[in-house]
């Protein structure tokens, strides 16, 4: 069964830091690329943030300098570590899978986590 796993979210201060996992099991994690993706209440998807697969990892210009994505393989695991938090990054955040290279259309992710709420404070 796949399964993209996302965890980490909760409630931080403007300014404040919060490190989100996605854990991924059931397909070969090494064939596929991650992105980043969040939907605020009242707002259409937003994404990908963040997109490995592709060389250099891609950041829309939204969290470009504040987030980072990294990845650990021998974990089947990806990680965004999010600095410098703004209300407006108020949103789930979720991580999906594609097999497509530079995957920018949400349309192109075959593999979607559950989501996890993120809630920066003013």
């Known amino acids: 069964e796949v399964q993209l796993q996302a965890s980490g979210g909760g409630l931080v201060q403007t300014g404040g830091s919060l490190r989100l996992s996605c854990v991924a099991s059931?397909?070969?994690?090494?064939?596929?690329?991650i992105g980043w993706f969040r939907q605020a209440p009242g707002m259409e998807r937003e994404g990908p943030l963040c997109?490995?697969?592709?060389?250099?990892?891609y950041y829309a210009d939204s969290v470009s300098g504040r987030f980072t994505m990294s990845i650990d393989n021998a974990k089947n695991t990806v990680h965004l570590q999010m600095n410098s938090l703004k209300p407006e990054d108020t949103a789930v955040y979720y991580c999906?899978?594609?097999?497509?290279?530079?995957?920018?259309?949400?349309?192109?992710?075959?593999?979607w986590g559950q989501g996890t709420q993120v809630t920066v404070s003013s």
């Open positions: 999906a899978a594609t097999n497509y290279y530079a995957a920018y259309d949400a349309a192109r992710y075959d593999y």
């Open positions: 059931g397909f070969t994690f090494g064939d596929y690329a």
């Open positions: 997109l490995s697969g592709i060389g250099d990892t």
